[in-house]
């Protein structure tokens, strides 16, 4: 199936930890974005790369680094995990400048 | 800073129809979005307008007043399973900027 997929889905985690979540989209597109959606449902951009370039890097903790191998990947590894990172992160992917196609999300959970 | 603004919560009737309104004071725009999110799920993509008038697909159309800072959803014949969160979101500046949302709840 075409789409933009995500691993894991849950991410159940301990504070302290460092952990990883990967993304990748089989659409041809060549930009992609991180987005975090918090308790209260509001979606906000965190990062964005366009053909292997970070252009978009919103004020994100530095403890939250984007990793992008190729057009079709992007994962994001987080350093030193606090409560306050539980959220959904959702990846999502584009032409440019076009529509976002998103990706089903992963929940983590940081106790 | 962007200020995006729609109502939190709407309620209809099955077969009724339902309009949300979005307003927005952006840094830039080319172009507005709405989407459709169903609880615990990903957002997937409903319509878009970059110039003003409407664009109608099936049972949803959007509006967009660039000189007001305006856009509306408009969802006809309402169903059951259009009870989900509808996402206003403003492209500028190369990314998105997201809306709060507004729930939907459609009863029978």
């Known amino acids: 199936d075409t789409a933009v997929s995500q691993t894991p889905k849950y991410l159940v985690t301990q504070m302290g930890n460092d952990k990883s979540i990967k993304c990748e989209q089989n659409?041809?597109?060549?930009?992609m974005y991180w987005y975090k959606q918090d308790s209260k449902k509001f979606l906000k951009i965190m990062f964005s790369?366009?053909?292997?370039?970070?252009?978009i890097n919103e004020t994100v903790p530095n403890r939250f680094s984007p990793k992008s191998p190729d057009k079709a990947h992007l994962n994001l590894h987080i350093n030193s995990l606090e409560l306050g990172d539980s959220a959904v992160y959702f990846c999502a992917s584009s032409h440019s400048d076009g529509v976002q196609y998103f990706g089903p999300g992963t929940r983590l959970t940081v106790t | 800073g962007q200020n995006i603004d729609q109502p939190t919560e709407m309620t209809a009737t099955e077969g009724a129809i339902v309009q949300i309104n979005c307003t927005y004071q952006t840094s830039g725009f080319n172009g507005l979005f709405w989407y459709q999110q169903h609880a615990g799920e990903a957002p997937t993509f409903l319509s878009y307008n970059v110039l003003d008038g409407l664009e109608e697909k099936g049972r949803f159309s959007s509006f967009l007043s660039r000189s007001k800072g305006y856009s509306y959803l408009l969802l006809k014949e309402l169903q059951m399973k259009d009870s989900a969160s509808y996402l206003c979101?403003?492209?500028?500046?190369?990314?998105?900027?997201f809306g709060a949302g507004t729930t939907v709840t459609v009863r029978a």
């Open positions: 659409l041809g597109h060549d930009t």
């Open positions: 790369y366009n053909n292997k370039e970070l252009i």
């Open positions: 979101a403003v492209k500028h500046d190369y990314k998105l900027s």
